[in-house]
Protein backbone atom coordinates (compact mmCIF):
# COMPACT_ATOMS: atom_id res chain seq x y z
CA UNK A 1 0.00 0.00 0.00
CA UNK A 2 1.70 3.33 -1.28
CA UNK A 3 2.67 5.70 1.66
CA UNK A 4 -0.08 8.92 1.82
CA UNK A 5 3.14 11.79 1.45
CA UNK A 6 3.62 14.65 3.98
CA UNK A 7 3.22 16.75 1.91
CA UNK A 8 -0.36 15.90 1.21
CA UNK A 9 -1.01 15.54 5.09
CA UNK A 10 0.02 19.42 4.78
CA UNK A 11 -2.40 20.41 2.46
CA UNK A 12 -4.98 18.34 3.86
CA UNK A 13 -5.10 20.11 7.05
CA UNK A 14 -4.52 23.77 5.59
CA UNK A 15 -7.71 23.17 3.95
CA UNK A 16 -9.39 21.99 7.32
CA UNK A 17 -7.83 24.80 8.88
CA UNK A 18 -8.64 27.10 6.27
CA UNK A 19 -12.43 26.32 6.61
CA UNK A 20 -12.58 26.11 10.46
CA UNK A 21 -11.13 29.69 10.77
CA UNK A 22 -13.15 31.16 7.90
CA UNK A 23 -16.36 29.57 9.44
CA UNK A 24 -15.27 30.16 13.51
CA UNK A 25 -14.56 34.32 11.47
CA UNK A 26 -17.85 34.63 9.63
CA UNK A 27 -19.73 33.51 12.45
CA UNK A 28 -18.41 35.85 14.37
CA UNK A 29 -18.80 38.97 11.94
CA UNK A 30 -22.25 38.01 11.23
CA UNK A 31 -23.63 37.35 14.75
CA UNK A 32 -26.35 39.94 14.78
CA UNK A 33 -28.18 38.13 11.51
CA UNK A 34 -27.32 34.24 13.26
CA UNK A 35 -28.65 35.49 16.70
CA UNK A 36 -32.07 36.09 15.12
CA UNK A 37 -32.32 33.88 12.81
CA UNK A 38 -32.08 30.93 16.05
CA UNK A 39 -33.95 33.32 18.43
CA UNK A 40 -36.60 34.12 16.34
CA UNK A 41 -39.20 33.16 13.91
CA UNK A 42 -38.08 34.60 10.58
CA UNK A 43 -41.75 35.01 8.61
CA UNK A 44 -42.80 37.09 11.28
CA UNK A 45 -38.69 39.16 12.48
CA UNK A 46 -37.90 39.62 8.68
CA UNK A 47 -37.93 43.28 8.96
CA UNK A 48 -35.05 43.20 11.74
CA UNK A 49 -33.36 40.21 9.23
CA UNK A 50 -33.32 42.98 6.65
CA UNK A 51 -31.55 45.38 9.05
CA UNK A 52 -29.13 43.37 10.70
CA UNK A 53 -28.19 41.04 6.64
CA UNK A 54 -26.13 43.71 5.41
CA UNK A 55 -23.91 43.95 7.98
CA UNK A 56 -22.95 40.24 6.92
CA UNK A 57 -21.39 41.68 3.72
CA UNK A 58 -17.90 42.63 5.18
CA UNK A 59 -17.36 39.55 6.65
CA UNK A 60 -18.53 37.75 3.15
CA UNK A 61 -16.33 40.22 1.78
CA UNK A 62 -13.25 39.31 3.89
CA UNK A 63 -13.90 35.55 3.54
CA UNK A 64 -13.49 36.03 -0.48
CA UNK A 65 -10.57 37.73 0.71
CA UNK A 66 -9.50 34.93 2.57
CA UNK A 67 -10.02 32.68 -0.40
CA UNK A 68 -8.01 35.03 -2.62
CA UNK A 69 -4.70 35.38 -0.43
CA UNK A 70 -5.02 30.90 -0.09
CA UNK A 71 -4.99 30.47 -3.87
CA UNK A 72 -2.26 32.92 -4.11
CA UNK A 73 -0.22 30.83 -1.49
CA UNK A 74 -1.33 32.62 1.58
CA UNK A 75 -1.37 30.47 4.89
CA UNK A 76 -2.40 33.07 7.55
CA UNK A 77 -6.36 33.16 7.08
CA UNK A 78 -6.96 35.44 10.45
CA UNK A 79 -4.40 38.00 8.82
CA UNK A 80 -6.32 37.97 5.65
CA UNK A 81 -9.66 38.12 7.14
CA UNK A 82 -8.76 41.17 9.00
CA UNK A 83 -6.94 42.99 5.96
CA UNK A 84 -9.70 42.04 4.03
CA UNK A 85 -12.08 43.97 6.59
CA UNK A 86 -10.18 46.82 6.51
CA UNK A 87 -10.07 47.27 2.77
CA UNK A 88 -13.23 46.47 1.87
CA UNK A 89 -15.65 47.06 4.99
CA UNK A 90 -17.03 50.39 3.70
CA UNK A 91 -17.86 49.55 -0.01
CA UNK A 92 -18.77 45.99 1.01
CA UNK A 93 -21.70 47.35 3.37
CA UNK A 94 -23.02 49.67 0.47
CA UNK A 95 -22.95 46.47 -1.06
CA UNK A 96 -25.24 44.63 1.19
CA UNK A 97 -27.26 47.50 1.82
CA UNK A 98 -28.00 48.66 -1.60
CA UNK A 99 -28.53 44.21 -2.22
CA UNK A 100 -30.59 43.62 0.69
CA UNK A 101 -32.88 46.82 -0.33
CA UNK A 102 -33.78 46.01 -3.36
CA UNK A 103 -34.36 42.53 -2.56
CA UNK A 104 -36.94 43.49 0.43
CA UNK A 105 -38.65 45.83 -2.13
CA UNK A 106 -39.23 43.02 -5.03
CA UNK A 107 -40.06 40.15 -2.00
CA UNK A 108 -42.86 43.08 -1.10
CA UNK A 109 -44.05 43.71 -4.46
CA UNK A 110 -44.50 40.03 -4.59
CA UNK A 111 -46.28 39.25 -1.72
CA UNK A 112 -48.67 42.36 -2.53
CA UNK A 113 -49.29 40.71 -5.66
CA UNK A 114 -49.32 36.66 -5.58
CA UNK A 115 -53.40 36.68 -4.99
CA UNK A 116 -53.90 39.03 -7.62
CA UNK A 117 -54.82 38.53 -11.33
CA UNK A 118 -52.00 40.42 -12.38
CA UNK A 119 -49.68 37.66 -10.27
CA UNK A 120 -49.79 35.56 -13.09
CA UNK A 121 -47.92 38.20 -15.48
CA UNK A 122 -45.70 40.26 -13.18
CA UNK A 123 -44.59 37.41 -10.19
CA UNK A 124 -42.55 35.59 -12.67
CA UNK A 125 -40.63 39.07 -13.84
CA UNK A 126 -40.02 40.01 -9.70
CA UNK A 127 -38.82 36.38 -9.46
CA UNK A 128 -36.02 37.36 -11.94
CA UNK A 129 -35.85 40.69 -10.53
CA UNK A 130 -34.61 39.11 -7.35
CA UNK A 131 -32.28 36.74 -9.48
CA UNK A 132 -30.39 39.91 -10.22
CA UNK A 133 -30.55 41.02 -7.28
CA UNK A 134 -28.85 38.27 -5.48
CA UNK A 135 -26.82 37.91 -8.26
CA UNK A 136 -25.58 41.21 -8.51
CA UNK A 137 -24.61 41.61 -4.76
CA UNK A 138 -22.39 38.37 -4.85
CA UNK A 139 -20.54 38.83 -7.36
CA UNK A 140 -20.12 42.82 -6.27
CA UNK A 141 -19.23 41.23 -3.08
CA UNK A 142 -16.66 39.05 -4.87
CA UNK A 143 -15.30 42.21 -6.63
CA UNK A 144 -14.07 44.17 -3.91
CA UNK A 145 -12.54 41.59 -2.27
CA UNK A 146 -10.49 41.66 -5.23
CA UNK A 147 -10.30 44.76 -6.12
CA UNK A 148 -11.05 47.07 -3.48
CA UNK A 149 -9.48 50.24 -5.29
CA UNK A 150 -12.18 49.81 -7.58
CA UNK A 151 -15.16 52.43 -7.83
CA UNK A 152 -18.44 51.24 -6.57
CA UNK A 153 -20.64 51.82 -9.16
CA UNK A 154 -17.96 49.91 -11.23
CA UNK A 155 -18.01 47.17 -9.51
CA UNK A 156 -21.80 47.08 -9.45
CA UNK A 157 -22.02 47.37 -13.29
CA UNK A 158 -19.43 44.39 -13.81
CA UNK A 159 -21.35 42.08 -11.43
CA UNK A 160 -24.75 42.98 -13.45
CA UNK A 161 -23.72 42.21 -16.70
CA UNK A 162 -21.36 39.08 -15.93
CA UNK A 163 -23.56 37.89 -13.37
CA UNK A 164 -26.14 37.59 -15.82
CA UNK A 165 -23.82 36.64 -18.97
CA UNK A 166 -22.85 33.54 -16.98
CA UNK A 167 -26.06 33.30 -15.70
CA UNK A 168 -25.75 29.45 -14.85
CA UNK A 169 -22.71 29.60 -12.68
CA UNK A 170 -24.35 32.11 -10.56
CA UNK A 171 -27.35 29.93 -10.59
CA UNK A 172 -24.89 26.89 -8.77
CA UNK A 173 -23.88 28.98 -6.40
CA UNK A 174 -27.17 30.25 -5.46
CA UNK A 175 -28.46 26.01 -5.20
CA UNK A 176 -24.89 26.15 -3.12
CA UNK A 177 -26.84 28.48 -0.92
CA UNK A 178 -29.95 27.14 -1.08
CA UNK A 179 -28.72 24.20 0.22
CA UNK A 180 -26.65 25.87 3.13
CA UNK A 181 -30.02 27.39 4.35
CA UNK A 182 -31.41 24.09 4.76
CA UNK A 183 -28.99 22.55 6.21
CA UNK A 184 -28.94 25.99 8.73
CA UNK A 185 -32.24 25.24 9.72
CA UNK A 186 -31.98 21.08 10.31
CA UNK A 187 -28.47 21.06 11.24
CA UNK A 188 -27.41 24.87 12.54
CA UNK A 189 -23.85 23.67 14.63
CA UNK A 190 -22.96 22.16 10.80
CA UNK A 191 -23.96 24.68 8.56
CA UNK A 192 -22.40 27.22 10.74
CA UNK A 193 -19.23 25.11 12.09
CA UNK A 194 -18.38 22.76 9.00
CA UNK A 195 -20.18 23.56 5.51
CA UNK A 196 -20.34 27.78 5.29
CA UNK A 197 -17.53 28.10 4.08
CA UNK A 198 -17.34 25.52 1.72
CA UNK A 199 -20.85 26.85 0.26
CA UNK A 200 -19.06 30.42 0.32
CA UNK A 201 -15.80 28.91 -1.73
CA UNK A 202 -17.71 27.64 -4.39
CA UNK A 203 -19.58 30.69 -4.94
CA UNK A 204 -15.89 32.27 -4.80
CA UNK A 205 -14.80 30.00 -7.03
CA UNK A 206 -17.87 30.99 -9.77
CA UNK A 207 -18.00 33.98 -9.40
CA UNK A 208 -13.86 34.70 -9.46
CA UNK A 209 -14.71 33.12 -13.20
CA UNK A 210 -17.53 35.39 -14.08
CA UNK A 211 -15.61 38.09 -13.35
CA UNK A 212 -12.71 37.31 -14.84
CA UNK A 213 -12.95 39.69 -18.21
CA UNK A 214 -12.32 42.48 -15.57
CA UNK A 215 -10.15 41.34 -12.87
CA UNK A 216 -6.92 43.25 -12.45
CA UNK A 217 -8.02 45.81 -15.69
CA UNK A 218 -9.65 48.12 -13.56
CA UNK A 219 -10.16 50.50 -16.67
CA UNK A 220 -12.00 47.70 -18.57
CA UNK A 221 -14.44 47.92 -15.97
CA UNK A 222 -15.46 51.31 -16.53
Request: with cysteine; net charge positive; hydrophobic share 60%.
Amino acid sequence: MRRISHDTYATVFAVVYLGVVTNALLLVSSLPLVVLLVTTDPMTSWPLIAIAAPLCAPGIAAAFRVFREHALGGTAPVRAFWAGIRATWAKALAIGVIGTSSIVVLFVDFRLVADAAIGVLVGPVLLVLAFVAVATTLLALVGVAEEPAARLRDILRAAAVLGMRRWYLTAVSLLAFGAQAWLFVSMPAIAMGLTASAALYLAWANSRYSLRPVLDLEPAVA
